[in-house]
């Protein structure tokens, strides 16, 4: 089984930034997909990017485009979601999650198509 656990949320005001992190546990995860989705009180669960564990740079959601950025450091099994330029909109939980997919399929984006998940982070931001 694969463990994930978040970290990095917090309360920040509207314009700043947070690092989110996602620590996995295992050493080897060459076949993995990581993504990052987020879900608001009353809402489903959203995309917010996905990259994939061997390389590539990533996808992310049209409403993060040009401030969030996804990355990765193998070294540490360690998944990362920089939000910069953060609007009270972006107020939810935030989730790591992983999965595993044939080779050069599509980047998964439905919360469905992930079998791992983490617990989950608190991000708000004041206006």
């Known amino acids: 089984q694969v463990q994930l656990v978040e970290s990095g949320g917090g309360l920040v005001q509207a314009g700043g930034s947070l690092r989110l992190s996602c620590a996995a546990s295992?050493?080897?995860?060459?076949?993995?997909?990581m993504g990052w989705f987020r879900q608001a009180p009353g809402k489903e669960r959203e995309f917010v990017a996905t990259?994939?564990?061997?390389?590539?740079?990533?996808y992310h959601a049209d409403s993060v485009k040009g401030r969030f950025t996804i990355s990765r450091d193998n070294g540490k099994n360690t998944v990362y979601l920089q939000m910069n330029s953060l609007k009270p909109e972006d107020t939810a939980v935030y989730y790591c999650a992983c999965t595993t997919v044939t080779r050069w399929a599509p980047l998964p984006r439905e919360p469905h198509e992930y079998h791992y998940w983490g617990q989950g982070t608190q991000v708000t931001v004041s206006s």
């Open positions: 990259i994939r564990w061997s390389g590539g740079s990533g």
């Open positions: 295992g050493r080897t995860f060459s076949s993995y997909v």
